[in-house]
């Protein structure tokens, strides 16, 4: 079945780029996503890139898809206390175009 | 802006009672979802409504019953509670007007949900 795997955790100190990978095994051609779930929270819309582009940037956000790798990450620079949360990729699937999830990477911000 | 809103926010329930969780928005939106999320394991769809009046299958639907009551509302009900399902459940709502479109989803804080 379809697949999207995540890093469970990621440790980085303030000021630091911290870059949260995600692999998946197949996507509909639409949009891929990230989201950011702050404890106690839902999970909040953080950025998205449409598959035919390669790379989208949105301030301190990068968004990188390699198509032929099946590989999204999301690179976050001069990262910061706040930035500490459950991150998770979410693909839609080719199959039904529902979204399927990662199993979200936890970033860890060290002052 | 309310967004998503669910309750309860925590709860509490011995195996076999029943239970319903409540979801709303107000964005106008035709798609609601219902996902449950345990520790390391992501998020699972259980079900989710396309338009008002109908419901499918997600993921993980077994145990559960929905019902979307109208276009603002989609609730998850619990009809014999057992352990396996305690979790978090999340409620969300897109503009997706088709199985096979692909729209952001907006969630709710969730439900923290216990069965002893």
């Known amino acids: 079945g379809e697949d999207v795997e995540q890093s469970l955790f990621l440790s980085v100190r303030e000021g630091d780029s911290s870059v949260i990978n995600c692999t998946y095994t197949?996507?509909?051609?639409?949009?891929l996503y990230w989201y950011k779930q702050e404890p106690g929270a839902g999970l909040q819309l953080l950025t998205y890139i449409f598959s035919n582009m390669d790379m989208k940037q949105d301030q301190r956000l990068t968004v990188l898809l390699n198509k032929k790798d099946k590989h999204l990450s999301l690179r976050i620079a001069d990262t910061q206390t706040g930035d500490s949360a459950i991150y998770f990729c979410?693909?839609?699937?080719?199959?039904?175009?529902?979204?399927?999830f990662g199993q979200g990477t936890t970033l860890q911000v060290k002052p | 802006n309310a967004g998503v809103t669910q309750t309860p926010k925590f709860q509490v329930l011995k195996t076999g009672q029943s239970m319903t969780l409540q979801c709303a928005q107000d964005m106008n939106h035709n798609s609601m979802y219902w996902y449950r999320q345990d520790p390391g394991m992501g998020l699972r769809l259980i079900y989710y409504s396309a338009s008002e009046g109908t419901t499918d299958k997600g993921e993980v639907p077994n145990g559960y019953n929905v019902s979307r009551l109208n276009k603002r509302e989609f609730s998850l009900r619990l009809e014999s509670a057992a352990p396996s399902q305690t979790s978090v459940y999340f409620c969300?709502?897109?503009?997706?007007?088709?199985?096979?479109?692909?729209?952001?989803?907006?969630f709710g804080d969730g439900t923290r949900l216990s069965i002893l």
């Open positions: 969300a709502s897109s503009e997706a007007t088709a199985h096979y479109s692909n729209q952001p989803q907006h």
């Open positions: 197949d996507s509909s051609s639409t949009y």
């Open positions: 979410a693909v839609p699937s080719s199959n039904t175009g529902k979204l399927i």
